[in-house]
């Protein structure tokens, strides 16, 4: 009697299919996110608060037979869609801010990182405007020149009056 692949006993071949689906980590983040601005604005606090009141008048002033959630039972589905949309909502908003967190974490090594270049290029820069000033003290300037030639010309002229002066005595 050959084994039917259909029987619990009977072991699968090949890959098992799991239950648990393949969750792209940063679409659910970027949807939790999302999720999270949208919880945190004015218009959905508004619309909460518009969607309890109107279930409230509903089941509290509608006739018995339509009333879904009675106001002797003290709204008990109220209550839970209330505590379950808390349920997933704290997660979401926790997951969002470890998101953010990361991304303030990378920001904040980036600006360190270029705080540090940019010290680094300001010594730099502060060392060569010193190597320049203390070349500048070695370069003549135009009133140094100006002064030795002065000198040279006086030279010069004190020595033609020394030799005119040799000239006429020897003549």
């Given at each position: 009697?050959?084994?039917?692949?259909?029987?619990?006993?009977?072991?699968?071949?090949?890959?098992?299919?799991?239950?648990?689906?393949?969750?792209?980590?940063?679409?659910?983040?970027?949807?939790?996110?999302?999720?999270?601005?949208?919880?945190?604005?004015?218009?959905?606090?508004?619309?909460?608060?518009?969607?309890?009141?109107?279930?409230?008048?509903?089941?509290?002033?509608?006739?018995?037979?339509?009333?879904?959630?009675?106001?002797?039972?003290?709204?008990?589905?109220l209550?839970?869609?209330?505590?379950?949309?808390?349920?997933?909502?704290?997660?979401?908003?926790?997951?969002?801010?470890?998101?953010?967190?990361?991304?303030?974490?990378?920001?904040?090594?980036?600006?360190?990182?270029?705080?540090?270049?940019?010290?680094?290029?300001?010594?730099?820069?502060?060392?060569?405007?010193?190597?320049?000033?203390?070349a500048?003290?070695?370069v003549?300037?135009?009133?140094?020149?100006?002064?030795?030639?002065?000198?040279?010309?006086?030279?010069?002229?004190?020595?033609?009056?020394?030799?005119?002066?040799?000239?006429?005595?020897?003549?």
């Amino acid at each position: 009697m050959a084994k039917s692949l259909d029987r619990l006993d009977t072991p699968l071949l090949g890959k098992r299919k799991t239950l648990v689906p393949r969750i792209d980590r940063e679409r659910f983040g970027r949807a939790s996110e999302t999720f999270a601005r949208a919880l945190g604005t004015g218009s959905f606090l508004i619309g909460l608060t518009v969607f309890v009141a109107l279930w409230l008048i509903w089941n509290s002033t509608a006739p018995d037979s339509v009333i879904f959630d009675p106001k002797t039972t003290n709204f008990t589905l109220l209550t839970l869609l209330l505590s379950l949309q808390a349920s997933y909502a704290a997660p979401l908003i926790l997951l969002a801010q470890n998101r953010q967190d990361d991304r303030d974490r990378v920001k904040t090594e980036q600006d360190r990182q270029r705080a540090e270049r940019n010290l680094a290029d300001t010594e730099y820069l502060a060392r060569e405007v010193v190597a320049l000033r203390l070349a500048m003290q070695e370069v003549a300037t135009k009133e140094f020149v100006k002064d030795e030639l002065r000198e040279m010309l006086e030279e010069l002229l004190s020595e033609l009056k020394a030799q005119d002066k040799t000239v006429d005595k020897t003549e």
